[in-house]
Nanobody, 122 residues
Framework: QVQVVESGGGLVQAGGSLRLSCAAS??????????MGWYRQAPGKQRKLVAS???????NYADSVKGRFTISRDNAKNTAFLQMNTLKPEDTAVYYC??????????????WGQGTQVTVSS
């Protein structure tokens, strides 16, 4: 069973910064992470992609966060980070980490963390 755990959310004033972390692990299972990504969901809205990063380091960002957010990962530790700068009230949402991986049986799977709340006050 794969576990995905996020951390680093909180309350910050507009213009401030936060850094989110995501760690993937599995007991008794060997897997290779293909892509790690961050999504967010504001109240009453759909969950949307914020940023993603491949094993080779290719990144993809939502237009609304380009130039302010940076995604990175540590492949050896199966972790990903989202550095969020110049935060705006509209960045307020629950942020979810997504892990797309393949296991030793060549089965692909999509796993989500429980989410971490980010609140930006004006």
């Amino acid at each position: 069973q794969v576990q995905v755990v996020e951390s680093g959310g909180g309350l910050v004033q507009a213009g401030g910064s936060l850094r989110l972390s995501c760690a993937a692990s599995a007991s008794g299972s060997i897997f290779t992470i293909v892509t790690m990504g961050w999504y967010r969901q504001a109240p009453g809205k759909q969950r949307k992609l914020v940023a993603s990063i491949s094993t080779s380091g290719d990144t993809n960002y939502a237009d609304s966060v380009k130039g302010r957010f940076t995604i990175s990962r540590d492949n050896a530790k199966n972790t990903a980070f989202l550095q969020m700068n110049t935060l705006k009230p509209e960045d307020t949402a629950v942020y979810y980490c997504n892990v797309y991986l393949v296991n030793s049986g060549l089965q692909f799977g999509d796993y989500w963390g429980q989410g971490t709340q980010v609140t930006v006050s004006s």
